[in-house]
């Protein structure tokens, strides 16, 4: 809700100003900050704890599981850069 007249429900656009504003305030650098950074994260964290993608399409909303198959491929990724990396971050 608006804290100022017209109290009204806020919208999307209002809920992503406000999520970019802290993501900015909490020092988190990313691409394109926003709420949507917060699905991602959430849906990453998901996959990584080895939900099934099922269970995480039908948490986030997906309609397809190739939606929702997007997020296994940035594990792979991350796997990826560590095993062609020396191994010095990992220690």
């Known amino acids: 809700?608006?804290?100022c007249a017209?109290?009204?429900p806020i919208g999307s656009a209002a809920v992503v100003c406000r999520a970019?504003?802290?993501i900015r305030k909490a020092g988190i650098s990313v691409p394109r900050a926003?709420?949507?950074?917060?699905?991602?994260?959430?849906?990453?964290?998901l996959v990584n704890a080895n939900f099934p993608l099922k269970h995480i399409g039908d948490y986030v909303g997906h309609r397809s599981a190739s939606s929702t198959q997007i997020y296994?491929?940035?594990?792979?990724?991350?796997?990826?850069e560590i095993a062609l990396g020396?191994?010095?971050?990992?220690?």
């Open 1 to 3: 809700m608006r804290c």
């Open 6 to 8: 017209p109290h009204a």
């Open 20 to 22: 970019a504003h802290f």
């Open 34 to 45: 926003g709420s949507h950074v917060l699905r991602h994260s959430c849906v990453q964290r």
């Open 72 to 80: 296994g491929k940035i594990a792979v990724e991350q796997l990826r």
């Open 86 to 91: 020396n191994g010095e971050d990992v220690l």
